[in-house]
């Protein structure tokens, strides 16, 4: 079996719910398990280690894609989008975008 962001469960994933991902700290447990699958359950992997560390940054890139692949998903609804994105679809909707007001 590979191993891969979707067979470790660390992708964003889209249901009929909606888009979801694991947080950071799901992702960054699930890789430090791994790595101590393979190198062994004694492998040091605290903040102050080197390779704590580099599984710390790749658990975060992992963490930071999935927020971007939300955040696309989310703009292509008119509920949840915002700035040019929301501009566009209610462009191709035939709607109009109401304008920035004071809150009261």
């Known amino acids: 079996m ?3 962001l979707d067979t470790l469960g660390l992708s964003a994933t889209v249901t009929a719910e909606g ?3 694991p947080d950071y700290q799901t992702i960054l447990d699930t ?3 791994y790595f101590q699958q393979i190198y ?3 492998a040091y992997l605290e903040p102050d280690s080197k390779d704590g560390q580099m599984v710390a940054l790749v ?3 992992i963490h930071d894609a ?3 692949a939300i955040s696309v998903y989310n703009c292509f609804s008119p509920v949840t989008g915002y700035g040019a994105a929301l ?3 209610v462009k191709i909707n035939g709607i109009a975008r109401k304008g920035a007001t004071n809150s009261t």
């Open 19 to 21: 888009i979801s991902a």
């Open 31 to 33: 890789l430090t398990s």
């Open 87 to 89: 501009t566009s679809n």
């Open 2 to 4: 590979a191993l891969n």
């Open 59 to 61: 658990a975060l890139a």
């Open 40 to 42: 062994g359950s004694d």
């Open 66 to 68: 999935n927020n971007t």
